[in-house]
Structures are given as structure tokens and as C-alpha cells.
């Protein structure tokens, strides 16, 4: 009989273009293209999947990082394909909208936990189990934060399929209700696939708009200058934790029940 992990590795090739064992033992997840070309010029490492589904490269210190879209069913894929390779820790490098007042574009957010908005996670565990990171692996990346006077908060995400929400004054209002910190499209879903498949995984995610106010919508300009501003510090923060973990031997344990 063929196996979830038989699938897994072979469609985690076929999606990324890279064979299996380039993979490392500690794994980048982005959905922007440029953070994987920043981090292949960086380390001088090829990018593969150029021409696939999804981009991956591999440093010498055996970091990988892919860029495996946008949206929750594509998060649940990706965590379900690294099953082939069984990650030591995984950490998501998102863009989120801000929702309280406190919360400012360029600030970043370590989740706590994530309201399951989205639908995809159903498929893995009932509703009421929930989404929650890794918290020894925000440990490490809240050092980093720190350590850079980064200014970041702590919360709860709210993450939905919906993608243009931002008019929709029932469902502005039904946020208010839940009291999340900020809004995504990835974090339940890689937090409850994660857990289904004994992953150790965890998210470090940037503000790049505020959607409860017409000025703070996003747009193709405000989106460049966040990118401008930001990205190249949330992609360097996100490989030094990694790195550090996989230097100290550290190992980001997963409780199964």
C-alpha cells in the first residue's frame, strides 16, 4: 500500500524542482519570490523551482527556505510535502494586517496562538483543537528581536481564506468580535498541519498594512515600501534563529497525544 510519505516524497521534488536530500534539516517558509532569490545571493546557492509550483534553496549550513505560495490550501501542502523530510523546526515568514491600535506597520508579531479561520485546517483536526506554535522556536526568535531593539508584539492571529475582505462591514465587524491582533491567509493552517504531522513549527509575521481604515488598506505602492523597509530584516532575523538552533544541537520538541 503507498504512504503518505511515499507521496510526499516524491511530489516534494516534483513541486520544488530540488531533490530530496538538498533538503535541510531546519526550513524557511516565505510567500514571496524575493526572499528566496535575497537568501540564494546571499549564501551563492542556486534556486531551484523556477518553473514549478514552488521555488526552495539550500545554504551550506543546511537552512532551506521556499516560497510555496499564497493561501491555506498551499500552506497545508507544503507542511504536509516536508513529511518527506521530517524537519527538525519550520518557520513561517509572513506579511499580516494589523488590527489593533497598538499594532503599526513594520512592527512584527510572534503568534501566540491563531483563530482557525480559514476552513483548510478542518481537514487535518476537529475545530476546537488549537492553533498554536512551537514555543521554544519563538523563544529563539524573540532573542533576535530583542537583541536587534526590534519592536514586536505578542498575540493572536486571525487567519481566513478570504483574500479582498476589507469592504465586507459584517465580517470587519465579526473581527472586532474575536480580538485578534492581526489577520493572515497561513499561520492556523501551518500551525494545526504542523501539529498533525509532528512538525515543530512557528511564525514570525510583519505588519504590512492596518485594513480596519481606509488609508491603511493595502496597495501596490504601500506594499513596495514595506518590502523596501522590512524584508530584508525579517528574512535575516528568521535565518539567524534557525541557525542558532541547529548550531546549539537544539531540539524543538512536539507532544503527540
Known amino acids: 500500500m503507498i504512504t503518505k510519505r511515499d507521496i510526499a516524497q516524491d511530489w516534494l521534488s516534483r513541486y520544488t ?4 536530500e538538498m533538503f535541510g534539516t531546519h526550513i524557511l517558509l516565505t510567500n514571496f519570490g524575493n526572499y528566496v532569490r535575497h537568501f540564494a545571493e546571499r549564501f551563492s546557492c542556486p534556486i ?10 539550500t545554504n551550506t549550513h543546511g537552512l532551506t527556505i521556499i ?14 510535502l516536508l513529511t518527506a523530510v521530517e524537519p527538525n523546526a519550520v518557520l513561517f515568514l509572513g506579511k499580516c494586517g494589523g488590527l489593533k491600535e497598538s499594532t503599526e506597520i513594520g512592527h512584527f508579531i510572534l503568534p501566540i496562538g491563531a483563530i482557525r479561520g480559514e476552513g483548510t485546517s478542518d481537514d487535518y483536526l476537529p475545530p476546537l483543537v488549537p492553533a ?4 521554544k522556536l519563538h523563544k529563539f526568535v524573540s532573542e533576535k528581536l530583542v537583541a536587534r531593539h526590534l519592536e514586536y508584539r505578542t498575540g493572536v492571529i486571525y487567519t481566513t481564506n478570504r483574500r479582498v475582505w476589507e469592504h465586507d462591514d459584517r465580517f470587519r465587524e465579526s473581527l472586532k468580535q474575536y480580538t485578534p491582533i492581526a489577520i493572515d491567509m497561513e499561520t492556523a493552517t501551518i500551525f494545526v498541519v504542523g501539529h498533525a504531522n509532528q512538525i515543530a513549527r512557528g511564525a514570525l509575521l510583519l505588519v504590512s498594512d ?7 488598506v493595502k496597495s501596490t505602492a504601500s506594499d513596495a515600501r514595506v518590502t523596501r523597509d522590512w524584508s530584508d530584516v525579517h528574512l535575516d532575523v528568521g535565518i539567524e534563529s534557525l541557525h542558532q538552533i541547529e548550531e546549539q544541537g537544539e531540539e524543538i520538541k512536539h507532544f503527540q497525544y
Open 67 to 80: 516560497n510555496f505560495g499564497i493561501g491555506s490550501p498551499n500552506a497545508a501542502t507544503v507542511m504536509d
Open 17 to 20: 524542482g530540488m531533490p530530496l
Open 132 to 135: 498554536l506554535p512551537s514555543f
Open 48 to 57: 531551484f523551482g523556477e518553473d514549478r509550483p514552488m521555488q526552495a534553496a
Open 210 to 216: 492596518l485594513p480596519m481604515t481606509p488609508e491603511g
